[in-house]
């Protein structure tokens, strides 16, 4: 028998004040700048997507999650974010191609560092280590999330709520809009989510001035207390209170295109400049460096020239199409020929068969008249 508990995907308070990044040095104020961040990139990379809401929900859940385990420090949230997006996608059945999310935060990244909106080159160098990167992060978080993910969300409660209440289409939008900005923060792994509903009523209820009934309170009715409902709203009243963020580099920050701390890329870990130990006399910094881009160089050479046998190929297969499609118009018109030489037999038996029968009318109407 196979049991599954959805509960073990809420963590605890404590484990949110001493996360793995606190443990390496982040501060409190960091960490939540960039969970905000994170989340925000997750929105606008589902909005440029064309992905639903569900997809930009689930993919600031697992980026909160996956925090909960792992380290800012050794997994940039940049990559992170794209990263839940990509994932997300899938779970909410609106998948898109890795090549697009890669795309999409590109020219975001771009934008946000005011840069020129330059192409990213599809075989290009920087834009297989970006993917390859986001699927080493996938399987971080994967592994991390024990292959279980379940993500639910407050808006359905929120509207389900809200009508058993009788309340107007006013209360309706500024409930759902507050839903939206607590998934910026860790509400959304700390409490279940028709407790983050009932907040987000609570909450929309003081902005709006509506009056609901306190006595008895009516966040008794769905099983909240008020201490509860004043802890989640100062969580989302700071989402408020922090403005625009920025992104900031909380770890080694890799060089654009480059892949995160994950896990370096093979075949060149022990060839990087900055970790050779000092070399023999004679051996000075140019001469690594030299070698390192000479790896380089043969490594873009094996690419390229695996790039043009699958030229080739292609050529090939084209050069075989062309004759197979010639193959078949040669048989397609010796097929009509066909057709119409036994067209015009067929017209000719039919002629032969007409002139007979009036031969044959004929003879009868002439042995008629003599009698």
């Not at 905000?36 to 639903?52: D, I, R, T």
């Not at 996938?138 to 024990?146: P, T």
């Not at 509506?210 to 989302?236: A, G, H, N, R, Y």
């Not at 881009?293 to 199409?321: L, P």
Request: net charge positive.
């Amino acid at each position: 028998m196979i049991v599954t508990n959805v509960d073990n995907f809420y963590v605890t308070d404590d484990r949110i004040i001493n996360s793995p990044s606190r443990e390496r040095g982040v501060s409190e104020e960091d960490e939540f700048a960039m969970r905000v961040h994170g989340c925000e990139l997750v929105q606008e990379a589902a909005v440029l997507l064309k992905a639903s809401q569900q997809v930009a929900c689930t993919g600031q859940v697992l980026l909160h999650r996956f925090y909960a385990k792992r380290s800012m420090v050794k997994f940039d949230v940049r990559r992170v974010a794209a990263t839940s997006v990509f994932l997300a996608c899938k779970l909410e059945e609106c998948p898109r191609k890795l090549r697009d999310v890669v795309n999409v935060f590109h020219r975001m990244s771009r934008r946000r560092e005011k840069k020129p909106l330059a192409h990213l080159e599809y075989f290009s160098k920087r834009y297989e280590d970006i993917k390859a990167d986001l699927v080493r992060v996938e399987r971080h978080m994967l592994r991390e999330f024990g292959f279980c993910i379940h993500a639910e969300h407050p808006h359905k409660y929120v509207l389900n709520y809200l009508r058993m209440m009788g309340q107007n289409s006013a209360m309706m939008n500024a409930a759902w809009k507050i839903a939206n900005d607590s998934l910026r923060t860790t509400l959304c792994i700390r409490f279940k989510a028709y407790k983050v509903a009932v907040a987000c009523i609570y909450l929309a209820a003081r902005k709006l001035g509506v009056v609901l009934p306190e006595d008895p309170p009516w966040w008794d009715l769905f099983d909240v207390t008020k201490e509860q409902i004043e802890m989640m709203c100062e969580s989302v009243l700071a989402v408020y209170e922090l403005g625009k963020t920025e992104y900031v580099a909380l770890g080694p920050e890799p060089p654009p295109g480059a892949t995160s701390p994950t896990k370096p890329s093979e075949g060149l870990t022990h060839r990087n400049p900055s970790e050779l130990e000092p070399g023999p006399v004679g051996h000075d910094r140019e001469d690594v460096v030299n070698e390192v881009e000479g790896v380089v160089n043969a490594v873009d050479g094996a690419r390229e020239g695996a790039r043009e046998k699958e030229r080739r190929t292609g050529r090939s297969t084209e050069g075989g199409r062309k004759r197979s499609r010639s193959r078949s118009r040669s048989r397609s018109r010796e097929r009509s020929r066909d057709r119409d030489r036994r067209r015009r037999r067929d017209d000719r038996s039919r002629d032969r068969d007409r002139r007979g029968r009036d031969r044959s009318r004929d003879r009868s109407r002439d042995r008629s008249r003599d009698r």
